[in-house]
């Protein structure tokens, strides 16, 4: 695992066994802790045991002092572990001084992510948007990294002169990098032609937002029954980073109310920033939509830290103040909503997995974004049939007439279609 080949490709090997190592700076890391595991779960990495060190700063060599990293040494030995996963970044010289005094595997919680996330990605924007943070993780550790870290130099062509494989490599992957922005900008331009075409049909767009698991994409797939679409489905599964890549659907309301349903990645407490900056033409998405679903997992006791950390990431992104529901999912797990908080009009108690509250979800959605539409009356002339079969079929329908001179219309419009066709209105 973490091995790197001549193409920067993650190189995987058999499973390990990690012991998870944190340090306790200031406030309580129990859940951080936890998470971590979980991430090593993720990971496919079993997580044979912990230690939390206090201390009021991280040691400069080694992250933590030299009797805790004797205390790992014996657990390693105890517990049949040939891995050690730090909670925190660690600087390159950290790395080379641990894997010196263990011998053993060592990761930090960056790596960690960065290799689900190489692991999961499914689309070639995730992949490049992917490597593109494990280049940018890299680069600055080349000086101090480890066998870790270390890459096969070898080979015609990867070596000058006289060059240092540092400065080979330093050079090497700053071209990989440069080249990965240019294709990532093709993706981009053609996302934004996407998005263009998008906001000229006029059709509103909703963003599903919140911590990792938290349930956005069984929130989706149980709208997509709303609109009858269950063959549109998304992957989702009870797990960290279950989905990457973003999912976009069109969901149609019984009541010909349609609107674009984005799913984006989770997002997790100390997400490396190489990844939020690799990730931000997706997340891109989000600050152009109308509406953010924010997803809770409302089972988990400290739901409030989920919502600071997703929050904290939409600020980071430009979307801090797009107008947004609270979801609290996962409602089938929780005994009374008292355990959460009281309820107001842009919060929702759900569950995705029994229906619960779906619909009173749905009509929320529907009240926000569909608020500007417009009750117009028009003439359609009889010679452009393709309007009114485009309002049949897209629009709400609140009385129809057939006169003389072509067929009445009393329509509600999204604001797009109600400019285009005012040069219709019933004089």
Known sequence: MLQFNENNEVVREEQHRAILAGLQTGGD???????????????????????????ARPDAALYLGKGKI????????????????????????????LEEKLDLVIIDRTVLILDIFANRAISREGKLQVELAQLQYRMPRLRGMGKSL??????????????????????HIAGRMDEIKRELEEVRHSRSTQRAKRQKSGLPVVALVGYTNSGKSAIMNKLLETGEKTDKSVFEEDMLFATLDTSQRNIRLDTKHEFILIDTVGF???LPHSLIKAFKATLEEVAYADLLLHVVDASYKDHDFHIDVTNKVLEEIGAADKEKIYVYNKMDLVETADEILPEDTNTFFVSAKTGYNMDVLVEAVKNKIFSDFIVARLLIPYDRGDISAYLHEKCRIIKVEHRADGTFFEVELPPADFGRLESYREK
């Open 29 to 55: 890391i129990t859940y951080s802790m936890e998470e971590l595991s979980g991430l090593a779960e993720a990971a496919g990495i079993e997580a044979a045991g912990f230690l939390v060190q206090r201390k």
């Open 70 to 97: 004797d205390e790992i040494i014996e657990m390693c030995a105890n517990m049949e572990a040939d891995m050690v996963i730090f909670n925190d970044e660690l600087s390159g010289v950290q790395i080379r001084n």
């Open 150 to 171: 270390s890459r096969a130099g070898s080979g015609i062509g990867t070596r000058g002169p006289g060059e240092k494989k540092l400065e080979t490599d330093r050079r």
């Open 268 to 270: 997790v407490s100390k």
